[in-house]
């Protein structure tokens, strides 16, 4: 899926012409995506009333040069709604231990 209405794209690694995210840094990163659908899809399966709508939060440690994109498989959505969005951050810069705090 392309998001071509890009508000905010730091480090520039979203490219809006082919919909996929280009990590530029190793990291921990976080993605966040809400799909507004269209009506006559979520009418097919019941839903009605509001703004019908998907989303989904995923973290995962990428690699410089990876590749992050969203694919949708038998949707309706409206790709121009403003509440069809993606978020992506880097949470942690360099992931290469993993600490646990315990209470001793």
Known sequence: MVFGHVITNIGEGYNASDGKFYCPKDGLYLFSVTL???KAHFHERGVTGGYPSASVTVAGKLVSGDQVWVRGVGISYR????????????I????????VIRKT
């Not at 121009?80 to 951050?89: D, P, Q, W």
């Not at 942690?92 to 600490?99: E, L």
């Open 36 to 38: 507004e659908g269209t």
């Open 79 to 90: 790709p121009y709604s403003y509440f069809t969005v993606i978020l992506g951050t880097k």
């Open 92 to 99: 942690v810069p360099r992931y290469k231990k993993h600490y």
